[in-house]
């Protein structure tokens, strides 16, 4: 059975304190997999696809990084703006379905 | 501006009375997708459309109904509603669900049955 996994459920940092956020999937065929950030009260807005293990991809203070069990998010010298749950999401290759994470809600403190 | 609407965006209703929830993409987009979403389950998908007259369960389709008969919408109907059907809901669109382009949220519309 397809599944994502996000850990921390919730991630306090300091604003500049550097750290990653975790998504572990299991699946029978990669398609993609996708970061979305959700602000409270708003739908998810897309960040990443990644589509192949060893990929990478930068945006602003976030790396998206992809192996075959695992992708993290890297958040480097965080600011309160980057605060919201970020939300981990792969594509069944055979199905098309696509599988979210629970999130994790990250709060950066001034 | 591309963008996905969903209406309305709040909603309380009671036990058994119809509603409609319109979703509309500006996007050409052939991929449309209705999700809830709820507190420690995460995103779960309903129904979903891979173009005009084309739908399919997703799953969490029971209690729910669509319709795509033109590209740009795709109404989830909810023809007897309960209270576990409190939710958040979203549309979403892409292209073509075959390559993995990322979908395109609505801003949601809260769901209250009471």
């Known amino acids: 059975e397809d599944q994502v996994t996000q850990s921390p459920e919730a991630l306090r940092l300091q604003e500049g304190e550097s750290s990653s956020l975790n998504c572990s999937y299991t699946?029978?065929?990669?398609?993609?997999l996708f970061w979305y950030r959700q602000d409270p009260g708003k739908g998810p807005e897309f960040l990443f696809t990644?589509?192949?293990a060893g990929e990478e991809k930068e945006k602003e203070r976030l790396k998206a990084t992809l192996t075959k069990k695992e992708s993290f998010l890297h958040i480097t010298a965080p600011k309160p703006e980057d605060s919201a749950t970020y939300l981990c999401?792969?594509?069944?290759?055979?199905?098309?379905?696509?599988?979210f994470g629970t999130g994790t809600r990250l709060q950066v403190f001034p | 501006e591309a963008q996905v609407t969903q209406n309305p965006r709040y909603l309380i209703t009671v036990t058994g009375k119809k509603l409609t929830v319109t979703c509309s993409q500006n996007?050409?987009?052939?991929?449309m997708s209705w999700y809830r979403q709820d507190p420690g389950l995460g995103l779960r998908q309903i129904y979903y459309?891979?173009?005009?007259?084309?739908?399919d369960k997703g799953d969490v389709p029971e209690g729910y109904k669509v319709s795509r008969k033109e590209k740009r919408n795709f109404p989830l109907i909810l023809e007897s509603p309960s209270p576990n059907q409190t939710s958040l809901y979203f549309c979403?669109?892409?292209?073509?669900?075959?390559?993995?382009?990322?979908?395109?949220f609505g801003p949601g519309t809260r769901l209250t049955v009471t």
């Open positions: 979403a669109s892409s292209f073509f669900s075959g390559s993995p382009y990322e979908q395109y």
């Open positions: 699946v029978s065929g990669l398609r993609g």
């Open positions: 990644l589509y192949s």
């Open positions: 999401a792969v594509q069944n290759h055979n199905t098309d379905k696509l599988i």
């Open positions: 996007m050409n987009h052939e991929y």
């Open positions: 459309s891979m173009n005009v007259e084309v739908t």
